[in-house]
């Protein structure tokens, strides 16, 4: 694979925290599969304790592909996955969760109508406003937010909480869990358990994550737990181009990276 000089710098970074900033068709995947081939080719870093985090499941197929084709007919065992994916994993180990476990999407719906029916709710489009409390709750979850202290938009305070806490107990009740809990419940597992947390450590020594500006309160939360102590989390964002905001997406973060990790080492791809 061939480097520019900013691309080469970011593929040769070992460890530490590493904030790349990178636009669009700068070679963001090329960098990143470039530094993972180098951890292992150079560094002699096991393949195993390498942790890759993309945003979509497509990304992520496509980020092994180019990995696996970089290696030149070995497969190291590198993880690659979603964070949705990635923490799911964590939890099924720890909670024995399986599909029965997962709350789709349709079953959300019908939970929250069959709550939101029960509510004297004036004058409401029935399907907006469902699409309007699961992106709230979304919303909520997602920044780790305390629903006593979350202001609705749609609907009273009130009663904005209490389909909220109907919701919740509904879904405990029957030992579901839904997208968005997957965050939380990780985030939750390595707050209780630092055995647990000192487990998955040791196994995830080094963290690349692509697409950083896409990343949530609860999504950081859980992989500052996660990267430490060794602090090996490389991240690669473009701080214009934020997609997932209605998933509580939150490019400041990456401000808030600079702050976390004021010793991290900071590249611009801008070629």
Request: net charge negative; charged share 30%.
């Amino acid at each position: 694979m061939s480097f520019n000089q900013a691309q080469q710098e970011a593929v040769s970074h070992n460890e530490g925290p590493c904030l790349v900033l990178a636009g669009p068709g700068s070679g963001k995947t090329l960098t990143i599969v470039g530094r993972i081939q180098k951890l292992i080719q150079t560094y002699h870093v096991r393949p195993e304790e390498i942790l890759v985090i993309t945003f979509t499941k497509y990304a992520a197929v496509e980020m092994k592909n180019r990995f696996f084709s970089a290696m030149k007919g070995t497969r190291p065992a590198v993880t690659f996955g979603t964070f949705h994916g990635i923490y799911y994993g964590i939890l099924k180990w720890a909670y024995r969760f399986g599909p029965e476990n997962i709350l789709s999407e349709e079953e959300k719906r019908q939970m929250l109508l069959q709550i939101v029916n029960r509510k004297e709710i004036d004058e409401f489009e029935e399907e907006d406003f469902l699409k309007e409390i699961i992106s709230e709750i979304g919303i909520v979850k997602n920044n780790g937010l305390k629903i006593e202290e979350y202001e609705t938009t749609i609907c009273g305070k009130e009663t904005f909480r209490e389909i909220y806490g109907e919701y919740e107990k509904k879904r405990n009740e029957e030992r579901k869990i839904d997208f968005d809990d997957m965050l939380l419940l990780c985030r939750d597992l390595f707050t209780k358990r630092p055995d647990v947390l000192k487990k998955w450590q040791e196994k995830f020594r080094y963290i690349l994550i692509d697409e950083f500006q896409d990343i949530n309160q609860v999504q950081y939360d859980v992989i500052r737990m996660l990267a430490a102590p060794q602090n090996n989390l490389f991240v690669v964002g473009d701080d214009d181009q934020s997609i997932y905001g209605f998933r509580g997406a939150d490019s400041r973060l990456m401000f808030q990276f600079q702050k976390d990790f004021p010793d991290a080492k900071q590249l611009l791809l801008d070629v």
